[in-house]
């Protein structure tokens, strides 16, 4: 089986740098994505890390370490609209995608 | 750009009616599955398929669910009876190299 965890909520304030942590325990890890999802929407990609390191896309950036079975998703220049519920996702080796609870994130003047 | 398709978007019934979700997926995308997502937790997987084959469906509640993807194409989700406890967002989202692209979901009440 696939157990995920992340925060369940994080506050921040406009213009900062937030980290949103994520462990997970698998069997056949075949890659972690990241997704972000306004209150009522569907999910939409931001990040799809397989290998250990940093993968960095503009004001995001997502971080792998397959031996401690741990990914973060860094937001920097927080703005209002980042506010919303990120989710961590694992991908095993049958192409099934496993989330967690999501984190949702509030973003304060 | 290629979008998932879903419909309908969103869907009220009373419990022990019949209702039924559509997915178009991405073309050519061989892979669909079909998550659960109730008011703040992350979605659950119902269904994967690969072309028109079930390979995953552990989680369906195959007494009152039921998901099919004849042609290998669309595919409909369908709960009869609906429960209260139904009611939650059904999204649908298709894979071809191990990206998911996820559709718009439909929202289902159930009074």
């Known amino acids: 089986g696939q157990n995920i965890d992340q925060p369940t909520e994080m506050t921040a304030t406009e213009g900062a740098i937030v980290q949103i942590n994520c462990t997970y325990q698998t069997s056949g890890f075949n890659g972690l994505f990241w997704y972000q999802q306004h209150a009522g929407e569907a999910p939409t990609f931001l990040s799809y890390n397989v290998l250990d390191g940093l993968e960095e896309k503009g004001r995001f950036s997502s971080f792998l370490s397959r031996s401690k079975g741990y990914s973060y998703l860094l937001l920097k220049e927080l703005q209002m609209k980042d506010s919303a519920s990120y989710l961590c996702?694992?991908?095993?080796?049958?192409?099934?995608?496993?989330f967690g609870g999501g984190t949702r994130l509030m973003v304060k003047p | 750009e290629a979008e998932v398709a879903q419909s309908p978007r969103y869907k009220i019934t009373e419990k022990s009616q019949a209702v039924a979700f559509w997915c178009d997926p991405i073309s050519g995308h061989a892979t669909l599955y079909w998550y659960r997502q109730i008011l703040g937790q992350g979605p659950e997987l119902l269904v994967q398929?690969?072309?028109?084959?079930?390979?995953?469906d552990s989680q369906l509640p195959k007494d009152r669910f039921s998901a099919e993807r004849l042609k290998g194409v669309d595919s409909t989700l369908k709960i009869q009876p609906a429960e209260l406890g139904d009611s939650a967002m059904y999204l649908c989202a298709s894979s071809l190299d191990g990206q998911k692209f996820f559709g718009p979901g439909t929202r289902l009440t159930v009074l």
């Open positions: 398929f690969q072309d028109e084959s079930v390979v995953d």
């Open positions: 996702a694992v991908n095993n080796a049958g192409n099934m995608l496993t």
